[in-house]
């Protein structure tokens, strides 16, 4: 059971009851309507904003509103009281028996407890990582998978329809200078002493394993033949070894993809030729010139005629260029065409996951779907902002280019996939984070990962040592079920069934307002309620979750124990995390 849904209803219900009455227009919008836990639980356990959203609209006073409603409310039986609190929120006070029962929904819904259906079965598309595939993927990736495949969780959560997909970025200058790597290595596994990695190529280590299965593939027939006949079989070569790595390394992380879309077969199966035509016939395409770029003197800029597309016409703060000087596309045009391919394969609703460097092209791609869809899709763009990497307080530098980069699957292979995915959902993704690989592993309540998998694991400890103490007691879910829910009368327990009451809610505004870094918060409150309710126990025998001389009352408490255990498991699900049965 959603209770806030429960009490959403309930007011709606009564809304529409003086509707019918004559009382209110007939065909009021409750959109705008909030449910939700106060800010101050003193003052009660449910408030809304119903009368002050619906006001003007009613020809009501909001406050005048909210005492009617407030009084239409009181007289259920879900509700022992409703205020009214300043310009006209309604605050309700609802009896513990419906918190409690709260608990047996738990138990009985088990790790699918919050599953909602807001999103109806519609189709959404999750895109994310889509790191060139020019080597080995680093830790700041890392954040953009996770971030993206927990989002992707949540959206599966809601009841969407998700796809998950990958947009390999084969095509364009980095690519072929990834080819050219490539040969020399290749060269060089054959006995060929290749010098230095030329600038703009790619020095890293990690092309050297490439360059020996080519030449154990192929022998040397490359061997003095011309770059134009060799780089174009060596670059898929490349590409897909480069795609076996990155397959590989986010694997280990435990993050999959339903599809991955080649950018070189946009290219190839006249895409973008096809997307440029039609805005063309549309007038959305002109020959015109482009200012210099942002902090480049105007006269160092030659401006060059090329073929623009209106997106000013969209939203966005100036025309952008389809093709370059030379006549070859620009990135922006191959952009066009994959989401429109995006859109013709079902999805009206897009998410990109991109890193900080992005954030300035978030604008114009929005205004290109605009465009090539007839407004008929949305792109929602989540920006991850930098993972800052520490060695015990140190900093860890990275760099891609000279090869000396720190890769994900290092990381992951030190710390463990579970602390890599906990910590990158620790902060919104625009913020910066910093992720200390000593600090990720230590058994500190500092350390919101063995915080949280603690609270877990304690709870499966207090539920096995349950036997010990009465050996007849079954504890499966729905034996627990059973038990006498009226016995969780103490405020600290009754606070943390309210805050287990409160994971449905969470996950449908986490995943409508795409913030997956909610449900790590959230967990982190969980753990530390019931760690705090572990602790009034230590302190008093009489709030201990095992009483020896009271099994109705042990029982009930196992079934809040487990039901902490099934929410905490439920949302580490989300964040791809397993949770921990023992800890060592």
């Not at 579970?418 to 910590?423: E, P, T």
């Not at 910093?434 to 304690?458: C, K």
């Not at 099934?566 to 023992?582: D, I, N, Q, Y």
Request: net charge negative.
């Amino acid at each position: 059971m959603n209770v806030f849904r429960l009490f959403r209803a309930e007011i709606e219900a009564s809304l529409r009851a003086m509707a019918a009455a004559g009382d209110l227009p007939p065909d009021l919008a409750f959109d705008r309507i909030s449910v939700e836990p106060p800010r101050d639980p003193a003052h009660g356990d449910i408030s809304s904003n119903a009368a002050m959203v619906l006001a003007r609209a009613a020809g009501w006073k909001p406050r005048e509103l909210a005492v009617r409603l407030a009084t239409m409310l009181e007289a259920g039986s879900n509700v022992d009281a409703a205020e009214v609190a300043g310009p006209g929120f309604i605050n309700l006070r609802i009896p513990r028996s419906v918190w409690q029962s709260c608990v047996r929904d738990i138990l009985e819904a088990g790790v699918g407890y919050g599953d909602s259906t807001i999103g109806a079965g519609r189709a959404v598309n999750v895109e994310y990582v889509s790191a060139n595939p020019t080597g080995p993927m680093h830790v700041g990736h890392a954040r953009g998978a996770v971030i993206g495949d927990a989002l992707a969780a949540l959206f599966d959560k809601a009841g969407y329809r998700v796809t998950r997909e990958y947009y390999i970025n084969d095509a364009g200058a980095q690519v072929d200078a990834l080819a050219q790597s490539v040969l020399l290595r290749y060269r060089q596994a054959l006995g060929e002493e290749i010098g230095e990695i030329p600038e703009g190529l790619y020095p890293g280590d990690y092309l050297v394993a490439v360059g020996e299965a080519l030449a154990e593939r192929d022998g040397d027939r490359w061997v003095g033949a011309p770059e134009a006949d060799a780089l174009p079989e060596i670059r898929d070569f490349a590409v897909d070894a480069m795609m076996a790595t990155v397959r590989d390394d986010l694997a280990a992380l435990g993050i999959r993809h339903d599809v991955f879309r080649s950018e070189r077969e946009l290219h190839e199966d006249g895409a973008i030729v096809r997307v440029a035509e039609d805005l063309e016939r549309r007038g959305l395409v002109y020959l015109g010139t482009i200012d210099a770029p942002k902090g480049q003197h105007s006269e160092d800029w030659e401006a060059r005629e090329q073929l623009l597309f209106r997106a000013t016409g969209f939203g966005d703060d100036s025309d952008r260029p389809l093709r370059k000087s030379d006549g070859s596309w620009t990135y922006f045009a191959a952009d066009m065409a994959y989401h429109l391919d995006k859109f013709r394969r079902g999805f009206d609703e897009m998410v990109d996951v991109w890193g900080a460097d992005h954030k300035g092209y978030v604008k114009r791609m929005q205004a290109a779907v605009e465009a090539i869809t007839d407004a008929g899709a949305s792109l929602d763009v989540r920006i991850c902002n930098l993972v800052n990497l520490f060695e015990s307080g140190r900093p860890v530098k990275m760099s891609k280019r000279t090869g000396t980069f720190v890769t994900l699957r290092e990381v992951v292979d030190e710390v463990g996939a579970d602390a890599v995915r906990f910590m990158m959902l620790t902060r919104s993704s625009e913020a910066a984070l910093d992720f200390d690989l000593a600090e990720v592993v230590a058994q500190s309540r500092d350390n919101p990962v063995f915080y949280v998998q603690y609270a877990h694991a304690r709870a499966c400890s207090i539920l096995r040592n349950a036997n010990d103490m009465f050996p007849a007691l079954a504890t499966g879910d729905s034996d627990l079920a059973r038990a006498d829910m009226s016995l969780l009368e103490d405020d600290a327990e009754l606070a943390l069934v309210r805050l287990l009451a409160g994971w449905p809610r969470l996950a449908e505004t986490a995943a409508s307002v795409r913030e997956p870094h909610r449900v790590a918060y959230y967990l982190r409150d969980v753990a530390g309620a019931f760690h705090g309710l572990w602790n009034k126990g230590n302190d008093n025998p009489e709030l201990r979750f095992l009483v020896a001389d009271d099994e109705a009352l042990t029982r009930a408490r196992l079934a809040l124990v487990r039901a902490t255990a099934v929410v905490v498991a439920s949302g580490l699900a989300v964040m791809g995390v397993r949770p921990a049965e023992v800890m060592r």
